[in-house]
């Protein structure tokens, strides 16, 4: 019986030499790590973004270390343990199963670093979520496809444009009117899930004066990747005049016959551009079928002729000079709620023309 060739012993030629490279490597990585403020690349813009910073910082210095050392080893060992031509068929390399030094580090390192990344996590984790309640409320509710945001004080919601004072700690109640959506600050780094039926809470503190972006980053439909608002931090000063603003808005907004706001006048309605109109910004949800012929909104094909369409937001039956479903929105159904007038960006010349273009297909124009 032919004797078993005798392992090889030893790490292989050069392993502490390539183990210095690794090294040193790894240092100047994560020297450009520590020194690299990752504002140069996303600002922050209110607390907690800094906290979410130096445990992203956190993570990326033990992973350059990880990455560095596993893809350097392995490279190394394909080659100094590559099977040669002057090797037996049973020859073996080095043999670490059983190696009782090795498998104690490789066990307690990645326990100490796993400990130390979930202590920090839920640290912060908690600070966002379980903080005392701030000097300023602000509701913001998703829907299909747009935000709303409430504040103490006004009767109706803000729409796509969250202001928030410079300094003053903000507790922000976070749902949906329809599907999950969600509620992704970049420049904040939080990301909340917008739940139907659930109201979940995190706290933040403004820090810098600028506009931001507020994404939807749950698929909900599909305009899902228009759902984008405004993050718009400012002094208190300008905090102050903006609600003063919306209050006098809101107190004082004309309400035109039918539903129609003054400055929409149905005369001047072009048919040809409420088709376009139609194209660009309605018919990704609804058909020019029944109301039983829907995508995610119901047919309009029929909207002013059609027995089966409900009743729209105020009561009325539809007709060419109420509108009010396309000013106002306020169909929900089982896919979600219509965005209004001002989300969807239309003048009182597009409402006219839509109107116009409507009434020509309810009668088969």
């Not at 990585?29 to 209110?46: G, H, M, R, S, W």
Request: charged share 15%; with cysteine.
């Amino acid at each position: 019986m032919a004797q078993q060739a005798r392992p090889k012993q030893g790490l292989g030629p050069g392993f502490w030499p390539v183990t210095l490279l690794l090294a040193v490597i790894t240092a100047v990585c994560d020297y450009y790590v520590v020194i690299t403020p990752i504002t140069n690349f996303l600002p922050e813009a209110a607390t907690p973004a800094d906290q979410t910073d130096e445990l992203f910082k956190f993570l990326t210095f033990f992973g350059v270390i990880v990455f560095v050392f596993t893809i350097g080893y392995l490279v190394y060992f394909a080659i100094a343990w590559r099977k040669k031509k002057s090797d037996s068929e049973d020859a073996l390399g080095i043999q670490i199963h059983g190696n009782f030094q090795l498998e104690l580090w490789w066990t307690i390192l990645p326990t100490i670093l796993v400990i130390a990344i979930g202590w920090i996590s839920i640290k912060d984790w908690a600070g966002i979520f379980y903080a005392q309640g701030g000097q300023l409320a602000v509701e913001a509710i998703g829907y299909q496809f747009a935000w709303e945001f409430r504040y103490p004080g006004l009767t109706d919601p803000v729409q796509n444009e969250l202001h928030l004072p410079l300094g003053v700690p903000t507790t922000i109640h976070i749902s949906s009117r329809d599907v999950i959506h969600g509620f992704w600050t970049p420049e904040v780094r939080l990301k909340q899930d917008a739940v139907p039926g659930l109201v979940t809470t995190i706290h933040i503190t403004p820090t810098r004066v600028g506009t931001y972006r507020i994404i939807c980053s749950e698929y909900c439909g599909a305009r899902h990747g228009y759902m984008v608002g405004k993050l718009i931090i400012e002094p208190k000063e300008q905090f102050t005049a903006f609600l003063d603003h919306e209050k006098y808005v809101q107190a004082h907004a004309p309400k035109g016959p039918g539903g129609l706001p003054p400055g929409v006048n149905l005369a001047n309605g072009n048919a040809s551009a409420g088709q376009a109109l139609f194209a660009q910004k309605c018919s990704a949800c609804h058909s020019l079928g029944a109301f039983t012929q829907r995508i995610v909104g119901p047919g309009l094909g029929k909207i002013f002729a059609d027995p089966d369409h409900p009743k729209l937001v105020d009561g009325a039956a539809a007709t060419p000079e109420d509108a009010a479903g396309i000013i106002n929105s306020g169909f929900t159904g089982d896919l979600g709620t219509m965005p209004n007038a001002k989300t969807n960006g239309l003048s009182n010349d597009d409402i006219a023309n839509l109107v116009v273009y409507l009434e020509g297909v309810s009668k088969g124009q």
